[in-house]
Each structure stands twice: as structure tokens, then as C-alpha cells.
């Protein structure tokens, strides 16, 4: 996909209705959910509090469902090894004794509670890192959340040097092909490193990276990053539409829990 390209999808996300709310409600939210999470070991609100996470990213993050369901499948893959491990270490009662393996009732209602909380918190974090532009949020954190400015900029400076590396990865390896004696072995329609020369890339990778680091540690300090208050370049505020979402939120965990326990 063409740089710009991938600029123009990604901005999607960042200009949904959930990408122009403030990053650190967003953030607390997810905080939140996931901490409601530890409190239930009951699948069926599980379920729905996933259900309704789900229906709420499709409509408020501008995220294909393809996209959010190719997004799970890491944590899907984590819930299934959870649910395979509790229902066959766990006591309790064997509701197929027939079968060569033991397998418990119990273990199977804890593993599908632990897996449906991975989902749970795996779909907050995917949408939370879909809508959410770096410098938004660390500009939010710094002015609502009272984080020290030398942290938040240091962190945002990380982020882009990270963001950079897979370009550097592919000028170092074709660089490293281009210089080679003879033409390079093709597999399947394309050149490719053998693992020497892919330690090699590594390895002047990691030299970079730690020159452009310590460029980037002198160019904030001779900022004066680290030296009193500072102002803020285009703040992000927090609107009543912030609130609204913090209300509509809070009130499903609240609801869904709740109905959890009368029907328990």
C-alpha cells in the first residue's frame, strides 16, 4: 500500500466520531472496562458487555468489521488456549466422562469467562489505538491528566522513531541485496536475505536507532524540555459529547453487571 494511502486509512479512524473525543476519557473508559472485567467470572455478561463493545466500535471508530475481526484474532487464539487449559486442569464435575480426556464444567465456565475478558479487553484496546493520534494524546494526558511534559514528549518522540523503523528495515535490506557480488536467489518472485545477511540489517538497525535516540534526547533537552510549566500547541478540550460518551459507557458496564447479578 502506498504511503499515502495508508496515511489517508489510518486518518479514518482518526477522524471518526470516537477519534474526536478527548484521548484521555477514552483512555480512563477503557481503564475502567477493563477493571470491571476483573470483578465477573459469570460468561453471559461477558458476552454482552463484548456484543455491545463490538456494536459500539462498528458505529463510532469508522472500523471495517473484516478489519476488527482480523484485529481479534490474537486474542481469540489467547481466550481458545485459556478455555483448552482451564477445562482440563481445573476440579469439578465431568459433564462427558465418555470422552479420553477430562474435562470439567467448571473449567469450562472459568476459561470461557477469562477468555471472553481477553476479547473484551482486546476490542477496547484495538479501537482505543485505532482512533487515537499520538500527539492528541499526549497533549490530552499532559493537560487533563497532569503527566509531566518530559515524559509525554519523550514518549511521542519514541513513538515516531518506532513508526520510522519498518522504512529503515527495507532501505537496510535492499541496500544489502543491491550490494551483493552475485544476483540474489529468488524465492517465490522475490529477493531474500539469508539469516547472516538479516543479522547484519539487524544489527546496523539497532546502531541507527540508538544514534537517532541519542539525537532526539539532545535536540529536547536543548529545548529545555526538562526546565519549568510549558504552554500547549492546539489543546485538545473536554466537550459535553466526551461526557455524554463517559455516561453511555459507564452506564452498559453498570446495566450489564447489574444484570448479571439478578440473574445469577
Do not use: K
Amino acid at each position: 500500500m502506498p504511503p499515502a494511502a495508508a496515511g489517508a486509512r489510518g486518518e479514518r479512524g482518526h477522524d471518526s466520531w470516537l477519534g474526536r473525543r478527548c484521548p484521555t476519557v477514552v483512555l480512563a473508559l477503557l481503564v475502567v472496562l477493563s477493571a470491571a472485567t476483573l470483578l465477573v467470572l459469570d460468561p453471559v455478561p461477558l458476552a454482552v458487555l463484548y456484543a455491545a463493545l463490538l456494536a459500539g466500535i462498528l458505529a463510532t471508530a469508522r472500523i471495517g468489521p473484516l478489519r476488527l475481526a482480523r484485529a481479534q484474532i490474537p486474542f481469540l487464539l489467547f481466550g481458545i488456549g485459556v478455555v483448552l487449559v482451564n477445562a482440563f486442569t481445573r476440579p469439578g464435575v465431568e459433564p462427558w466422562p465418555q470422552l479420553p480426556v477430562r474435562v470439567t464444567a467448571e473449567g469450562l465456565v472459568i476459561g470461557s469467562a477469562l477468555a471472553l475478558r481477553t476479547l473484551v479487553i482486546g476490542a477496547g484496546a484495538v479501537a482505543f489505538a485505532h482512533v487515537t493520534e499520538p500527539r492528541r494524546l499526549m497533549v490530552s494526558l499532559i493537560r487533563h491528566a497532569r503527566l509531566s511534559p518530559r515524559y509525554a514528549y519523550a514518549l511521542l518522540a519514541g513513538h515516531r522513531m518506532l513508526q520510522d523503523l519498518p522504512a529503515q528495515w527495507r532501505q537496510l535490506t535492499r541496500a544489502r541485496i543491491m550490494r551483493r557480488p552475485e544476483p540474489a536467489p529468488l524465492r517465490r518472485g522475490r529477493y531474500r536475505l539469508t539469516l547472516r545477511e538479516q543479522a547484519s540489517c539487524a544489527f546496523a538497525l539497532l546502531v541507527g536507532a540508538i544514534r537517532a535516540s541519542e539525537r532526539i534526547a539532545f535536540a529536547l533537552e536543548s529545548r529545555a524540555l526538562a526546565s519549568g510549566p510549558r504552554t500547549l500547541w492546539r489543546p485538545v478540550p473536554v466537550t459535553w459529547r466526551d461526557g455524554a460518551l463517559a455516561v453511555v459507557v459507564l452506564g452498559t458496564i453498570v446495566a450489564v453487571l447489574l444484570g448479571g447479578v439478578l440473574c445469577a
